[in-house]
């Protein structure tokens, strides 16, 4: 039981790492960028905010560099992107929102569980969960020089709060890992796709 | 004695927090971010400094993720700003010059100190307590997508690199700890305050 | 012998900075920054590559920060510029592009040779090589707030990676260190020149 959770864990983060790679890399096309940028946006977005996030833990060398399998995935995506961008175009743009929602929540919910095992205090266990999701995004949005799309945009990085801050109410409440990741990520998928549908944003100052 | 040395420093040192997010945060709102955003710059121009020169000396998690009490200063500050942007308009700059001046003396100096202590040579402890002072302030302008405001504009890091060289000459010369703070922030602050009353600049290339 | 070898290092990889810190701060100086803004970029230029490369294997504080020396070099090299931009102005593009060419060489190599002392795994020691030689120039780029040149533009990072896999590969076949960074120096260097000699790109999608 505890291996086949593993199992699913891994194969779901693999997913989530391709995906957040492909967004990116379909970003750096957009950019003009040549095969070689298009490949590092989709590295970044993929893998940077997990990085950022241990080496504010202090677990180096961060744990998307331990084994090589992550950065592949990471780097195929990107490939992917640039071999047949056309085929992407072609994809509903809702299908990319719910994958992305996903991924994101994955992201969030682990990210927080890793800083609550480093023994993180509760605000840093959701700063960290949050950074884990759209880390890598921001990262990119720097490279591509414009404004990160979620410090202005829509409901996103609130969903990643709200999914990090789920896991750790409920590991307060010494509910089970596995529930408490299940938890956390239905607050993050269910607010994020509740915003996308209904065109939720967070306020402006008037 | 000691103790009330060390009480002081705390209060000065969120005093100092509170004021860098809260002009993070007002360039936020200037650059039209949601709640989030705002917060998120905030956050980034109080720490970050700090959080960059913990991670290059090596002393991780950084300090201000080890209690809660400095991010929930920093994410209060933003906070305020969004909840009142008007009531902040309504105070003189000259203010926020002498308060941000004041601030920004105490993360050079205490970011010197900190260097020191983890026995970096001297040309590092300088870099180390401007990095402190300012680091946070070029991250939210690489956030708002500018070039940051202290690589082209008027005396602000060079006053912060004059404090932290002020404590360490000071502290080579054995000066005890608290004074060769002292001294250091009385010279960012005061280099600071004479540059921007008679219009100071650095010099740019014919 | 090995004395001589390790100066020759030594030699080498000073002079690499302060050329990676001249090309940073005439980048600064065309940016209009001031005094303090061009030592800043020349520093970031010629350092943050290596300092990266560092926080990411866990060798802190970064080998940049252990002495003074390459420290005082680029910020030397900054000043230079500031002092003589007109002489810079006078020294033919090709001279720049042939040591630009052989310090993306040296940094390159050397960076994939610390990662395989410190136990990465293959695809890693490529991307902490190529991070090395091309990550101060990204930092550089952020900061004067343009897309990095290497993600757009022409065979730059990719003969870094290159030269970093000549490293990898060699190593893994029992050549001795010296050689497997001569063979690692002569992969990226080559491409390099090759390709601007010819105008060579890497693909867009079309």
């Not at 047949?84 to 919910?109: H, I, N, Y």
């Not at 950074?131 to 609130?158: E, F, H, Q, S, W």
Request: aromatic share 8%.
């Amino acid at each position: 039981m505890r291996r086949a959770v593993a199992r699913l864990y891994s194969v779901a983060d693999h997913a989530a790492t391709a995906l957040f790679a492909i967004e990116g890399a379909r970003a750096g096309v957009l950019a003009g960028l040549d095969l070689l940028g298009i490949l590092v946006v989709g590295f970044c977005t993929a893998l940077v905010g997990g990085i950022l996030r241990d080496l504010l833990i202090g677990d180096v060398p961060p744990a998307a560099f331990r084994s090589p399998s992550r950065i592949v995935v990471a780097l195929a995506g990107g490939a992917l992107v640039f071999a047949g961008s056309r085929v992407f175009d072609t994809f509903p743009a809702e299908a990319f929102v719910l994958f992305d929602a996903a991924g994101l929540a994955l992201f969030a919910v682990t990210g927080a569980q890793k800083a609550i095992e480093h023994r993180s205090n509760g605000v840093v266990v959701v700063i960290l969960g949050t950074l884990t999701g759209v880390g890598g995004g921001v990262v990119r949005d720097v490279l591509l020089n414009r404004v990160p799309a979620v410090l202005a945009g829509d409901i996103y990085a609130t969903a990643a709060a709200l999914g990090a801050l789920g896991v750790l109410v409920a590991t307060r409440l010494r509910v089970p890992g596995v529930v408490a990741l299940a938890i956390g990520f239905a607050l993050c998928f269910g607010l994020r796709m509740i915003a996308v549908t209904f065109g939720w944003q967070l306020p402006h100052v008037a």
